[in-house]
C-alpha cells in the first residue's frame, strides 16, 4: 500500500513542489487515507487516475497531509515563560546596545495564532516599557490556504480559548460568533510559505536573512524521520543569532547530532539557547 501511496506523493512533488518523503510513514497512511475514503477510490492506483482527472484534489491531499492544529497560547507555560523571561531580557539588551532590531520567526504557523501570539507579548512589552524596536515577526507554513486564513486573522473560540480575558478584550474584535485579531496586530507579522526541507536556504527569503533572536518551532519535528530533522536542526542553528532561542514543542528536544549545540534555559518547557 505505502509503495502506491509513494507514487501519488511524487506526483504530488511533480505538479506542486511539496516533498512529503520525510514524514514519518504511518501518519501519512493515516492522513492520505481519508482522501482516499472520501473519493470513493479502492486503492492508490484508482486515486492517481482520479487526481489526474480532477486536479483540485490536489489541494485536498495537501490539506489533510499539512498539520493545522493551532490555538492562541498553546502550551500556556511556554509562553508564560517567553513573556516572563526570555523577551524582556531580549528587549533589555538591545534597549543597552546598538542593535534595535528583534528578530522572530515562527515556522509552521498554521493560520497564524503562534506568531501572533507572540506579536501581542511583544506590544504589552514596548507598551510597558515605553520603547519600540525595529520588529520583524516571520511566519511561514508550506500550507498556502492556512496562509491565506492567517492573514484573514478571524478566529474561532477554540482557537481563543486559552487567551486571558483582558488580552481577550483589548486584542480582538467580537464578529458574529468569531473573533477578529486587530490591525496593529495583524500589520506585526509577515507571512509567506517557506518549506523545512527545501535544502537550498536555511531561512525563508522574505526574511533576507536568519540572525533571528527567536525562532519556534513547535510541534513540527515530531512528523519528521530523523534525517529530516537534522535537517531542519542545521536550519534552525544557522539561523538564529549568536545566543538566540529556539523553543520547540512539549516531546520535542534536539537530534542527538546538536545536542551539544543549543543549551535548555529550563526545565519545566522546551526553550533552548544557541551555543
Same mark, same amino acid.
Given at each position: 500500500?505505502?509503495?502506491? *501511496? ?51 484534489? *490536489?489541494? @485536498?491531499?495537501?490539506?489533510? *497531509? ?67 524596536? @525595529? ?112 523553543? *520547540? ?27
Amino acid at each position: 500500500m505505502m509503495k502506491k *501511496l509513494e507514487i501519488v506523493l511524487k506526483y504530488l512533488n511533480e505538479k506542486r513542489g511539496f516533498d512529503f518523503s520525510g514524514y514519518r510513514a504511518s501518519m501519512i497512511e493515516r492522513r492520505a487515507g481519508k482522501r482516499l475514503s472520501a473519493s470513493k477510490c479502492k486503492d492508490y492506483d484508482e486515486y492517481l487516475r482520479f487526481i489526474r482527472k480532477h486536479p483540485d484534489e *490536489l489541494d @485536498n491531499l495537501i490539506d489533510v *497531509l499539512t498539520i493545522n492544529v493551532s490555538r492562541f497560547f498553546r502550551d500556556s507555560l511556554s509562553f508564560e515563560y517567553i513573556a516572563e523571561k526570555i523577551l524582556p531580557v531580549i528587549v533589555y539588551e538591545k534597549k543597552n546596545s546598538d542593535d534595535h532590531c528583534l528578530r522572530i520567526w515562527s515556522t509552521g504557523c498554521s493560520m497564524g495564532e503562534e506568531p501572533y501570539s507572540i506579536a501581542i507579548l511583544i506590544n504589552e512589552i514596548f507598551e510597558k516599557e515605553d520603547f519600540n524596536l @525595529n520588529l520583524n515577526i516571520f511566519a511561514t507554513d508550506i500550507d498556502s490556504m492556512a496562509l491565506k486564513k492567517a492573514k484573514e486573522a478571524v478566529y474561532s473560540f477554540e482557537s481563543i480559548k486559552d487567551v486571558k480575558y483582558r488580552l481577550l478584550t483589548k486584542y480582538f474584535k467580537t464578529q458574529g460568533e468569531s473573533f477578529r485579531l486587530i490591525s496593529k496586530i495583524k500589520e506585526m507579522v509577515a507571512f509567506a510559505f517557506y518549506d523545512m526541507l527545501e535544502k537550498k536556504s536555511y531561512a525563508p527569503s522574505e526574511s533576507i536573512y536568519g540572525d533571528f533572536d527567536v525562532v519556534l518551532c513547535r510541534n513540527v519535528l515530531i512528523y519528521f524521520n530523523t534525517e529530516y530533522q537534522d535537517l531542519i536542526f542545521d536550519k534552525l542553528y544557522r539561523a538564529l543569532a549568536k545566543h538566540g532561542y529556539l523553543v *520547540l514543542g512539549e516531546v520535542e528536544r534536539p537530534s542527538m547530532k546538536f545536542q551539544t549545540r543549543f543549551r535548555k534555559v529550563n526545565e519545566c518547557c522546551h526553550v533552548y539557547q544557541k551555543m
